[in-house]
């Protein structure tokens, strides 16, 4: 009983890690079969401490955050982003640390009718990098494998990824969901979602290395 759990989240980050490698790079398309980038997402290198609030969440939930928060460490790395997610307990507050995510549940569906989890940007720096941030599930989310979609959904928007309503079904990890207990087709992110954090992450490095304040772009 303690093994399965575990060895659920290796089989997703095993998953993602033989698409990535035996997927050719598509030619992703901005609102098409790739998401558009966020204005904000974690500073590349980050480590970013993850907290999950006291009581929230089973034993057997927790480990698809798990298995969410593994699969975009390894997706970072191989879009040359370099965040890390580690978790780093329980807590019975907002954690504000520099850069720390919380994770925590809120009646989403009845403030919002349209969604079923936040992500919400708590403290960024003057460059709109992310310092603090926090997730919120609806309480009625309690099927694993719609925590494990909703979850690595939510990452993503913290890694630059924006949500893509006109995406084909089944494209990105960024396409909405069609139920409170539902993935949305996928739990990992897709070659474009890589594709477009891979983008973000060097953009931000050709500006922060080009002191001219020349503008610098990259195409797509």
Sequence with gaps: MTKKPVFVAILVLATFISAAAQ????????NHNAPPA??????????????????????????MLFAAMSTWTEAARDAGA???????GETDELSQCNPCL?????????????H?????????????LLLSA????????????ALLGLMTHELGHGMGLWDCTTCKKHKTIMNGFPGINSDNGLTVPSTCDVEVVRNVYQLHRRVESNPSGEKVTIKE
């Design 82 to 88: 370099g965040v890390k997610f580690s978790y780093a």
């Design 134 to 145: 926090w997730i919120d599930f609806d309480f009625a989310t309690t099927k694993p494998q």
């Design 23 to 30: 997927e050719p790079r598509p030619n992703c398309v901005t």
């Design 116 to 128: 079923y989890a936040f992500f919400n940007p708590l403290k960024q720096d003057h460059n709109g």
């Design 38 to 63: 966020n204005s904000y997402y974690w500073p590349p290198e980050a480590n970013v401490r993850v907290f999950f609030m006291r009581g929230m969440f089973t034993p057997e939930q927790r480990e």
């Design 102 to 114: 919380t994770v925590t549940r809120r009646d989403v569906k009845k403030q919002d009718r349209k």
